[in-house]
């Protein structure tokens, strides 16, 4: 399954909107001053990092590397799809009527308003800047979720502005876009994330089965999370930055049919209020984490965590397990090792 999460279904939208397609084929400063310090690796919070970097991740993956739920979902789905072509529709169209039958400007159009799968509501509308009747660069695309259930065990709420910064359909579709979120939040039983900041979402699909998408922070994003076994609001600094690349064409792996990989790469810093400070994020393109569309978590790579002394890496042994390691004094030797599930780190 190519699990689902919130930045994931708002980049869907926007790409649809944007270029009028199936939703289907969208696919460090701070160590001085009054602000948060960076802090020391330790034995003492080596899992409060862990968990708060797993969740940093988890705020700027467009894909889900590390899902919140583990309900299967299609790659496009059923109401993402009608709202991108009732979106779409609108912008084409000259004669635009407001619900009361007069003529609107078209310069604002909607709100477009579809009922969620299994509850709740999703509404778009669009301030179309150069009155084109068209996406174009400049056009704000506003999207409120509204008890939005498309699982029995996920609920959306809050609400995103994205402007259209960068516009192309061919020969490769590029959309580019500045996402302005407002207590967006994504909550299942065991999990809840809620963000708050502006991001940089930069898509291309370079052929019909691989996709590329770039999520960095402009300026700070705050992501509280909530899991069955911690609480944390971790604060990811400006220009942090997710890089995620889909290839739909990659063979499922043993005992399953459903195609389809991603491999991503980040790096930044971020701020965990529990661990109470700052450390610094990395996944090299040589060790990027990598995931089957068939399964929740990946099966390989390795985060490296930076602290102001001390080292960490979470490395994936498989799509079940993650290992910690800690170099608490930067002497190239792992005074501690601890190895859980994914569901443990996140």
């Not at 944390?232 to 889909?246: K, P, R």
Request: proline letters at 4%; glycine letters at 10%; one cysteine or more.
């Amino acid at each position: 399954m190519r699990t689902r999460r919130l930045t994931w279904s708002v980049v869907r939208l926007a790409c649809a909107a944007a270029l009028g397609v199936s939703l289907a084929s969208c696919g460090g400063g701070g160590d001085g001053g009054n602000g948060p310090q960076y802090i020391d690796l330790t034995a003492a919070n080596r899992d409060t990092v862990g968990h708060a970097t797993a969740a940093g991740i988890l705020a700027m993956s467009p894909t889900g590397l590390i899902p919140l739920t583990s309900s299967p979902a299609a790659a496009g789905r059923t109401w993402a799809q009608a709202v991108g072509q009732a979106l779409h529709q609108p912008l084409g169209a000259k004669g635009a009527t407001a619900a009361n039958g007069r003529e609107r400007a078209l310069a604002l159009i909607g709100p477009v308003v579809q009922a969620c799968m299994l509850g709740g509501t999703v509404s778009l509308s669009v301030d179309d800047r150069d009155n084109n009747g068209a996406p174009s660069v400049g056009d704000v695309l506003n999207i409120v979720y509204s008890n939005c259930q498309d699982t029995t065990s996920e609920t959306l709420n809050g609400t995103v502005a994205a402007t259209y910064t960068q516009l192309v359909s061919s020969p490769v579709p590029l959309v580019s876009a500045r996402l302005n979120m407002t207590q967006l939040s994504d909550v299942t039983p065991k999990h809840s994330l809620t963000l708050d900041g502006v991001v940089l979402f930069d898509y291309s699909q370079p052929t019909s089965s691989t996709e590329h998408i770039n999520m960095t922070a402009s300026g700070q994003v705050v992501a509280a999370v909530t899991t069955h076994l911690f609480t944390d609001t971790v604060t990811l600094q400006n220009g942090f930055v997710v890089a995620e690349s889909y290839d739909a064409a990659v063979a499922p792996p043993p005992g399953s049919t459903v195609s389809g990989r991603t491999a991503s790469t980040a790096s930044g810093s971020l701020v965990s209020a529990k661990a109470g400070g700052i450390v610094d994020v990395a996944i090299a393109a040589a060790t990027a984490m990598t995931k089957f569309s068939a399964d929740d978590y990946p099966y390989s790579g390795v985060v490296q965590v930076q602290g102001k002394k001390g080292t960490l890496l979470l490395t994936a042994q498989s799509a079940n397990s993650v290992r910690l390691d800690l170099d608490d004094n930067d002497d190239g030797v792992f005074e501690s090792s601890y190895m859980d599930s994914w569901d443990w780190l996140l």
